[in-house]
């Protein structure tokens, strides 16, 4: 069974700071990416930024420079720090990971949490 469990999401005016955490909990396999996606309201999800077990980064053009996908391996948990925050920002941000479990890799997903950036 695999776990996710987000934290740090809020209300913030623009230009402010948030933090996001992501921690998990699994039984078998080795985390191989880790990651967030948002979606904001009849919008579709989208990729905001990524991690890899080789700690290679991948950001959306919309968020470079502004945004920092770090992650503990030890811990097992991802982060995203997320500076000069604009409205448009606003969305339900969503942890994922890809589990590595016997040469096949399994997607899975965290429960969202709010993000509010006030203008």
């Known amino acids: 069974q695999v776990q996710l469990v987000e934290s740090g999401g809020g209300l913030v005016q623009a230009g402010g700071s948030l933090r996001l955490s992501c921690a998990a909990s699994y039984s078998i396999g080795s985390i191989n990416v880790m990651g967030w996606y948002r979606q904001a309201p009849g919008k579709q999800r989208e990729l905001v930024a990524t991690?890899?077990?080789?700690?290679?980064?991948n950001y959306a053009d919309s968020v470079k420079g502004r945004f920092t996908v770090s992650r503990d391996s030890a811990k097992k948990t991802v982060y995203l720090q997320m500076n000069s925050l604009k409205p448009e920002d606003t969305a339900v941000y969503y942890c994922?990971?890809?589990?590595?479990?016997?040469?096949?890799?399994?997607?899975?997903w965290g429960q969202g949490t709010q993000v509010t950036v006030s203008s």
């Open positions: 991690i890899n077990s080789f700690t290679l980064t």
């Open positions: 994922t990971i890809v589990l590595s479990i016997t040469s096949s890799n399994f997607a899975y």
